[in-house]
């Protein structure tokens, strides 16, 4: 392993430690509060598990139209014009790049052609683990590529687990109250002792 | 119209009647809507195995969106199996219920509890109806949370104790399978379970998959309450209400287990579980080793609930013990005793619970002599044992007979071996509290004792004959297990159903 892609990863070492972190706490410790943290750590350590999943370079939404991606032919050049991104249009622009992809396109339609491609280069990289459509819209994959993603289902994913970690939470220490009450101490060594003599 | 959208109201009745319970109060009311509801629950998942066994698999969109991009829920045999064991247990443990949660549960805490119940149950369904991982997750979580809080409810000081070991546990293994969870969407870029078995076939070999299955395996392993992870399971069973313990120890562990069949069979496949992965061998030797150790120690036991308890521990690795043998027999056999172990600790739970109601103490010490002033519980318990056992005519016995002939079949003449010398310590912890309560001179507490009121004898008759009836007639579970352990293990070559 490089360094480069010991430090590329950095996130999920970040991950991994809190994970044996929290994992350490809660079996070193005896404290039923700091038990209580330790798996609040480990718990966390998942979240970030999954966002840091969740950023996909070059990733764009996945945007499914019903003719298998190729939906955008159907509007007129203008209306294209509207909905295609700067990275689209930068495509356009670099107009040297048409020549090798863009066999089909005639001499008046080439500029719709060009914007065509440029679309579809847009809606092929629907979701990030499509390929990144070659050709004709290089340039429109540079700029896209620059884009850090964020795909937003890890995240939905996450806000469920952050629910459920504070349902786990409010009822660990919902039990840990009554635990005091009955046995006046949170240390589980001295529950345990008070168990036995009992 | 309403036949369609059975499934998901059998998640959304439950789960809709929790809040509004909370929202009503009141003791009766509270308890009898939770009743109705129950039993409605009962009546759907009957509606739906009937669908099932005549038409095949349901497959429920939720909200009309399509099968890879919105939520799934799959009824085939082996879920709808499952969900009518649970369910069943589910109404008729309730109807059990309310003597003995006057007892053990202060009053003005029953629509909690009632509301809590429904909860449980609405998580175990979930767990088995849902074709979408993550929401084996989110039902995961609210079947447990809602068990902790059902166990804390215990009248002794240790159950808030109990449920807290058994909530950090609990937690670390959801936790470990939503690792598992969320290496898999990395890997496939989806959560539909039949997705993702069929892009995983293409990932072979990948680290990111062995790891994803380790973490699922270990996860699932806690909550099962495999050997070595079972330690939450004895003191969460014995301090527990009752009637709480009778509903967990039959239906919760039991739900795990089948999501492990389906993550093992449906989604990692069998083929990379057990050839490319020594998960067979892993569970044999644990589940062999769990039953000996587990065997032993309800045989030392002087508190008959934890007696049960360990004897759970004993039973699942049976359970896990066909299904490492990764063929149809073993497999069948597996889920076959799913559903008669679950009728036979439910029942012999319930048997508990009375003794608990009239003599008022869990130690086989006040119990002696029993059986002459409460013949019938105690003969209750004379039936359920058989049926731990593994008497012929009783449900213990077909289960533990075809893997036994599946053990021998597969060429495993040991693994029999060890079977019948673990159901001899079987006969010891059964024996001991039969001879407690037929011949010895009763104690001060049993002497005063009565026999349970009818409401809680029939409903644990029901169940405790139940087990006779599933154990001489049974084309029902047997052939149902087969067809499910067909479905699953012969989804090798397609690419696995959710």
């Given amino acids: ?198 | 119209m309403i036949e369609q959208h059975l499934p998901i109201l059998l998640i959304a009745l439950p789960l809709l009647a929790a809040p509004l319970i909370v929202l009503l109060g009141g003791r009766r009311r509270a308890y009898i809507l939770a009743l109705t509801v129950c039993w409605c629950v009962f009546g759907i998942a009957v509606a739906v195995m009937s669908r099932v066994l005549g038409t095949g698999p349901i497959s429920y969109e939720l909200g009309g969106w399509p099968s890879p991009y919105g939520i799934v829920y799959v009824v085939d045999y082996l879920s709808a199996f499952v969900m009518l064991f649970v369910s069943g247990i589910g109404a008729i443990v309730l109807t059990y219920a309310p003597a003995s949660i006057n007892r053990e549960i202060p009053l003005s805490k029953h629509y909690l509890f009632c509301a809590t119940y429904l909860l449980c149950l609405t998580g175990l369904l979930g767990m088995c109806i849902t074709g979408d991982l993550f929401n084996v997750f989110v039902f995961l979580e609210i079947s447990s949370l809602s068990s902790y809080a059902l166990i804390s409810l215990g009248k002794t000081r240790r159950a808030p104790m109990a449920a807290l070991q058994y909530l950090i546990l609990g937690t670390i293994g959801a936790t470990f399978f939503l690792i598992g969870i969320g290496l898999l969407y990395q890997m496939t870029g989806t959560l539909n379970m039949a997705d993702i078995a069929s892009r995983l076939e293409s990932v072979d070999g990948s680290k990111t998959k062995l790891v994803a299955f380790a973490f699922m395996t270990v996860g699932l392993c806690v909550k099962m309450a495999v050997f070595p992870l079972h330690t939450w399971l004895p003191n969460a069973y014995t301090y527990a209400p009752s009637v709480v313990t009778c509903f967990i120890a039959a239906t919760a562990t039991k739900v795990s287990v089948y999501a492990f069949i389906r993550l093992v069979f449906g989604i990692f496949t069998p083929h990379f579980a057990f050839e490319e992965m020594p998960l067979g061998d892993a569970l044999m030797i644990f589940s062999l080793v769990g039953i000996f150790v587990a065997s032993t120690a309800a045989i030392y036991q002087t508190n008959i609930k934890r007696l049960l308890a360990w004897s759970s521990v004993a039973q699942l690795g049976y359970m896990l013990l066909g299904i490492s043998m990764a063929n149809v027999g073993g497999l069948s056999a597996g889920i076959v005793h799913m559903f008669n172990h679950a009728l036979i600790k439910g029942g012999l739970f319930m048997v508990v619970g009375c003794f608990v109601l009239q003599i008022g103490s869990v130690k086989l010490e006040d119990l002696r002599g029993a059986g002459k002033t409460m013949p019938l519980t105690s003969f209750a318990w004379v039936i359920g044992g058989l049926g731990l056992i593994g008497i012929p005519m009783t449900a213990g016995f077909v289960s533990k007979w075809l893997l036994l002939t599946s053990a021998v079949g597969a060429g495993l003449w040991p693994v029999g071996i060890f079977m019948l010398l673990s159901s001899l310590l079987a006969v010891v912890y059964v024996w001991r509290v039969v001879e407690i309560l037929y011949f010895s001179e009763p104690s001060k507490l049993a002497e005063k004792a009565t026999e349970a009121p009818i409401q809680m004898l029939i409903p644990m008759y029901v169940v405790i004959g139940a087990t006779i009836v599933f154990g001489c007639w049974t084309e029902f579970s047997i052939g149902i297990a087969h067809e499910a352990a067909v479905s699953l293990v012969g989804s090798v070559t397609s690419g696995g159903t959710p």
Avoid: C
Avoid at chain 1, 60 to 77: K, L
Avoid at chain 1, 97 to 106: D, I, L, V
């Fill in chain 1, 1 to 198: 392993m490089t360094m480069e892609t010991f430090l590329g990863l950095y996130n999920y070492w970040i991950v991994i430690f809190l994970m044996m972190t929290g994992f350490y706490i809660v079996i070193a410790r005896g404290n039923l509060i700091k038990t209580i943290i330790g798996l609040n750590i480990f718990q966390t350590s998942v979240f970030l598990l999954y966002i840091t999943m969740g950023k996909v370079t070059g990733g764009i939404a996945p945007i499914v139209s019903e003719s298998d991606g190729h939906g955008a032919e159907n509007h007129d050049a203008g209306h294209e014009h509207d909905a295609v991104n700067s990275a689209a249009e930068h495509a356009f622009n670099g107009s040297g790049a048409f020549e090798s992809g863009a066999e089909t396109a005639t001499e008046s339609g080439e500029f719709e052609s060009g914007i065509e491609t440029g679309v579809d280069s847009w809606v092929q990289t629907v979701g990030y683990d499509e390929p990144i459509a070659d050709g004709v819209a290089g340039h429109a994959n540079d700029a896209i590529s620059e884009v850090v993603y964020s795909n937003p289902l890890p995240s939905v994913l996450m806000l469920t687990a952050i629910v459920v970690g504070i349902a786990t939470t409010a009822l660990a220490l919902a039990l840990v109250v009554r635990i005091r009450e009955e046995y006046g101490t949170i240390e589980e060594d001295e529950i345990l002792e008070m168990d036995r003599n009992s």
